[in-house]
Each structure stands twice: as structure tokens, then as C-alpha cells.
């Protein structure tokens, strides 16, 4: 007769109702400390987030704030442009101290004893002067070429013209057909000239800078009017 097998041992459990209990209750805690814990986590991670969406909307706002000042530092400290002019018709009569002159126009070589200070016009050199501003003195035979192509040539006493007139002063003139440089022995803090025509000033203020330059910018009275003030001589101190 076969005998039979032993069967497999159950794990009893504790008859014992507060055994019972205590387990029930055990189990109870560690479900509720693990939900707590993943209750934790979540919170964790979603006020991470929350951080997160603040700082970069601060980043951004701070991005915003910054191209905005940008933008309206850009209008308000931008350079004025140059004014715009039209050429002149040469007929400056109506200004005030304003004084003409009868000139020749020959071009010729070597240093020229000019009868104005500075020039308004006479015998020049054959190359002109490129218009622009100089902080040096330029030739005057080669302004006084510049003038004869409808230039206007505005000088100043270095001494009497401080950095923040010689600032208005530029802002008055357009960006062409215009030579500013300092001259040495003028009777005026400012002189402007053009081919024959002449105005001492004592500021830059004075309402009459503009009035010379609509009068006699590009003059179309000059004897080479429209010619080019540009790709010849740049003089020594050329900004």
C-alpha cells in the first residue's frame, strides 16, 4: 500500500482577535504612510513647477521690460537727424550783417593771398576740398574749390567755441556740401561763407545760421553748382 504523501504545512494564522487587529492595523498605517508619501511627492513636484513657471515668468517679464526701455531709450537718445534742405538761390539780401563779395574763379597752382578771411571765393587750387567736418584748418585753396561747387564753408575760433556750442552748431547743418573746421584768426567766434557771400556770427544760436544756409547751400548761383563735394582732397584732421 502506497503511502501517502505529506501535504504542504499551512501558515496558521493567530486565532488571537487583538493579534488579528494590530496586524489589520499595521498594514492600514503603511498604505497610509505610502500614500502620504506619494501625496508628498506630488506636492513637491508641483510646487517645483509652480516655482519654475514664476521664475521664467519673471525672466520674462524682466526680458520685456528691458527690450521696452531699450526701445524708448533708442527714440528718446537718438542723434537729431541733419536738416534737409533745398539748394539755395544765392540771394541772401534780407540777412542781417550779411556781406558779398566780387571774386575770380581761376583754378591755379601754389599758395593764394586771398582779400577775405577766410575766403569766399577767388583763384583755388584744382582739387577740391571733401566736404565734411575737421577738427584741424583745412587748405584754403582747395574750401575755396569746395565753395565754388555751392559748399558753404562754416569756421569757428577754437578759443571762443566751446564742445557744447560746436554740438548745436553741427546740428544745424545737413550732412552735405558743408566743411566745418576750426580757423585761426577770426574776428568772430563763427564765420560762415559761401562763393561770394560772407556772415560773422558771436553763437550758434543766433537765428541766422539757418538763414545763410537756405539762402546760399548749393547755391545755384555758384559757378560750378552741383558739382561734386566728394572724392578728392581729405585734409588733415577729416572726422
Not at 504523501?5 to 482577535?17: A, D, I, L, M, V
Request: glycine fraction near 6%.
Amino acid at each position: 500500500m502506497t503511502p501517502t504523501p505529506p501535504r504542504p504545512t499551512e501558515k496558521k494564522q493567530s486565532g488571537n482577535p487583538a493579534t488579528q487587529a494590530q496586524i489589520a492595523q499595521t498594514v492600514k498605517q503603511q498604505r497610509e504612510q505610502k500614500r502620504q508619501e506619494k501625496l508628498a511627492e506630488y506636492q513637491k513636484q508641483l510646487a517645483k513647477r509652480r516655482r519654475g513657471k514664476v521664475v521664467w515668468w519673471t525672466v520674462g517679464s524682466v526680458v520685456a521690460v528691458g527690450i521696452v526701455v531699450a526701445i524708448i531709450a533708442s527714440i528718446v537718445f537718438a542723434p537729431t537727424p541733419p536738416p534737409t534742405l533745398d539748394p539755395g538761390d544765392g540771394d541772401g539780401s534780407s540777412i542781417q550783417g550779411l556781406e558779398t563779395f566780387e571774386n575770380t574763379a581761376n583754378h591755379v597752382e601754389g599758395p593764394v593771398d586771398y582779400a577775405q578771411s577766410p575766403p569766399v571765393g577767388g583763384d583755388h587750387n584744382a582739387i577740391w576740398l571733401n566736404c565734411g567736418v575737421y577738427d584741424q584748418p583745412v587748405p584754403n585753396e582747395n574750401a575755396v574749390h569746395a565753395l565754388e561747387h555751392g559748399a558753404v564753408w562754416v569756421t569757428y575760433d577754437a578759443d571762443a567755441v566751446d564742445d557744447a556750442e560746436l554740438a548745436t552748431l553741427k546740428s544745424k547743418l545737413p550732412s552735405s556740401y558743408i566743411v566745418l573746421s576750426p580757423y585761426e584768426g577770426l574776428d568772430s567766434p563763427i564765420v560762415m561763407s559761401a562763393w561770394n557771400a560772407q556772415l560773422k556770427l558771436d553763437s550758434a544760436d543766433d537765428e541766422r545760421v539757418t538763414e545763410f544756409l537756405t539762402a546760399y547751400w548749393r547755391s545755384q548761383n555758384a559757378p560750378e553748382p552741383n558739382a561734386s563735394c566728394s572724392g578728392a582732397l581729405d585734409a588733415p584732421g577729416k572726422q
